[in-house]
């Protein structure tokens, strides 16, 4: 499954999942996109920026004071 941000004509945006690309060009292709807003059918997928290629930096694991998870903590042994 993939989340496309999605746009109508008159600037709504909105998010709808597909199953691939492929499933987005198929439904945009035969009108069965609407705004849900206004029902546009004039719909464009936004630009959504790639998880790829950059990572982000991973946050903290969040540890309780009896420990967290099979020797997985970063800080078990610290
Ligand atoms: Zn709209």
Do not use: T, V
Request: glycine share 12%.
């Amino acid at each position: 499954m993939i989340k496309y941000s999605l746009r109508c004509s008159h600037g709504h945006a909105f998010e709808s999942w597909f199953d691939n690309s492929a499933d987005y060009d198929a439904k945009a292709a035969e009108g069965a996109l609407s705004c849900p807003e206004c029902g546009d059918s004039a719909i464009s997928k936004s630009i959504m920026a790639p998880n790829i290629g950059k990572a982000a930096p991973q946050p903290a694991p969040a540890c309780g004071m009896g420990g967290c998870g099979a020797g997985a903590c970063a800080f078990a042994n610290s």
